[in-house]
């Protein structure tokens, strides 16, 4: 699904990724660890195609199609899905108003009508359910005065109404007490499927206990230094970066 | 709006001067003499909610110049959604008994070429309210000037002013006089300026020395969309009592382009994204407006014009 070659890149002139390769294949899940500064948000947004982010070099396959040549709706479009670490705020559009148009979008693309009030009511109050979001959550402008958890699950949320096919998860988990991170996982594993991969990017062990990982990467200065399996990302936890 | 029930009445501008449906609370008197509107409007107390709904259909430059008179607690409903295609030269004198209301809804379409001036003074007396909404897309020579003058205790005034200019400029004056303690204001003028736009906002609030208690709140914002548009925003107090809760911010800039990006991570190509962008920016006081009728013509107004 995914293949990274030899990936560099720059922001403001300064390299974060050096010579990163990845590949991830259809329905598996890989976790990226890392200390601060590490370069694991720099990925997620490269590959979202964020413009301040400047591939020097390097290839990025999706499948089989070129993502770098893709503007960043194309790769949504594509079912490329990042949810942010820090939303963005949007002040003056109601949640409803913004996840009914982006639904629509993705509608759209797929050839299909734009979705009927009432349809979009109920899938709404379905999927904000499963996240235990309360319904007047969404009659509030978008991420507006939302609390920490309120924004994490509602990336969640749209990962949910837009039916991608990779999920990259930066930092979902921060923000999140314990009962947000056991539904918002439950919520991401019930969206497990052998057709939709994810990228976890993380500092903590404590997701993982939640949505268990095929592979676990040690990301340092810019490029993965080890991989592994879960048991990996248990030694971080125990000795730290530093191990 | 104080009560439930509205006599709904309009007035049409064209060749004649055509009022329709006027309730018996309502006294007015337009005269039409060389291609200039003069008269009055009197509003005495009911039981129900007075609208005007005022249509301009003359194939002229449009000349009005108007007096409102507001009894005691009444209510008046003001609503302008004309398209100004020749031009208009307005000018309007209000004066508000006590216990009054005075809502005016401005969504105007008008022409990039024509002139337009409109020049409103209000006087307020104690516990009057005066709503002021005005949706515009400038011309290429515009001026707005209002003035409020909140002469007795508990007076309020709130307003929004949302100009979507292409091209066009408009230079947007307001003055509101705090003259008696206790009084309220709250006004905020969002723009977006494109092409060679030029949009001035200057506002001004000034508090006499007796006005203790005095609350007032001014927020100015612009987005610059083009290199070669050009916004200008000024706030200025003038306070003369210590005893008062007053702010006032202004701000102006180049879209975010962070909200840009979130928007297309999601599938939203560009054009959209500043669109939808932009009617969040316009339509972020849109919930100033307590009337939900009006509430939802602003924001098709902001929909259409952006």
Redesign the interface.
Known sequence: MLNIKELNVSVEEKQIIKDLSLKVGSGEVHAIMGPNGSGKSTIAHTL?????YEVTSGKIDFNNEDLLNM???E???SGLF?A?QY??E????TNAS?LK??VN??RK?NGDKPIEAGEFLKMLKEKSSKLNIPMDMHSR??NAGFSGGEKKKNEVL?LDL?NPNLVIMDETDSGLDVDALKSTSEAVNQLRSSKRSFIIITHYLRLLEYIEPDYVHVFQEGSIIESGDKSLANKIDTEGYAY | MTGSKTNNCSIIFSEKIDIKNAPDNLDIDLQLINDQITGYINVTKSKIDTIINITNLRKKHFNLNLNIYLDEDSFLGLRDESEYNFGSNIIIKSKMNKNSIFEYFRLNSFLKTTKNHFIHDIETSSNCEFRDFNFSNGSDEMHNKTSVSLNDENASYVGSGVMISNSTNSNNDLLIKHLSKSAKSDCSFKTVSRGVSRVSFSGKVFVDQDCSKTVSNQISKGLIMDETANINLTPKLDINNDDVICSHGAASGKPDESIIFYLKSRGIPHKQAEKIYVEGFLGEFLNKISNSEMQQKAMKYISTHC
């Open positions: 979202a195609g964020n413009p301040n503007d960043p709706s790769r949504s479009l990042l942010f939303p963005i949007l002040p003056g559009v913004y148009q982006i979008v993705h693309h402008f978008v749209q837009l």
